[in-house]
């Protein structure tokens, strides 16, 4: 027979399950954010190769 586990106390279980629901719904907004800095910005940026950048730090 299988026993039931229990999380703790309901406010726990009610906390635990309302920060996992809030980060859902907080990356879910930063995605729309950068969608929507994505779709509204017509000229991409020039991408500078790490390559670059990692041997200027290291040659100066």
């Not at 309901?10 to 859902?24: K, Y």
């Not at 990356?27 to 779709?39: E, L, R, W």
Request: no cysteine.
């Amino acid at each position: 027979m299988f026993r039931r586990r229990r999380l703790g106390s309901a406010p726990a279980r009610i906390a635990l399950f309302d920060s996992v629901v809030g980060d859902a719904a907080a990356h879910k907004a930063v995605a729309q954010d950068i969608a929507t800095v994505a779709t509204r910005d017509p000229s991409p940026r020039p991408q500078i190769p790490l390559f670059k950048l990692h041997s200027e730090v290291h040659t100066s």
